[in-house]
């Protein structure tokens, strides 16, 4: 029975991520492909945003200086 929930509830925690998530799982993808203008172009970019709460912004900083 606690098989089949986890089974239910793992692609909706996994759909659920935070955009701080989701960003650093697209920017370390890049990285791992040696795509590092490209990422360094994403954090710029998202990092003008005018709605962008400061804890993402943060986060988009320190994903930018690892790359």
């Known amino acids: ?3 089949l929930l986890l089974i ?3 692609p ?3 759909l659920a991520q935070s955009p701080d998530n989701q960003d650093a799982a697209f920017l370390a993808g890049l990285r791992q492909r040696g795509l590092f203008e490209l990422a360094e172009s ?3 970019q ?3 945003e005018a709605d962008l ?3 993402q912004g943060t986060e988009l900083a320190l994903q ?3 790359t």
């Open 42 to 44: 994403y954090c710029r």
């Open 12 to 14: 909706t925690a996994t």
């Open 64 to 66: 930018w200086a690892r």
């Open 46 to 48: 998202r990092l003008v």
């Open 1 to 3: 029975m606690l098989f």
């Open 8 to 10: 239910f509830l793992l």
């Open 53 to 55: 709460p400061v804890e």
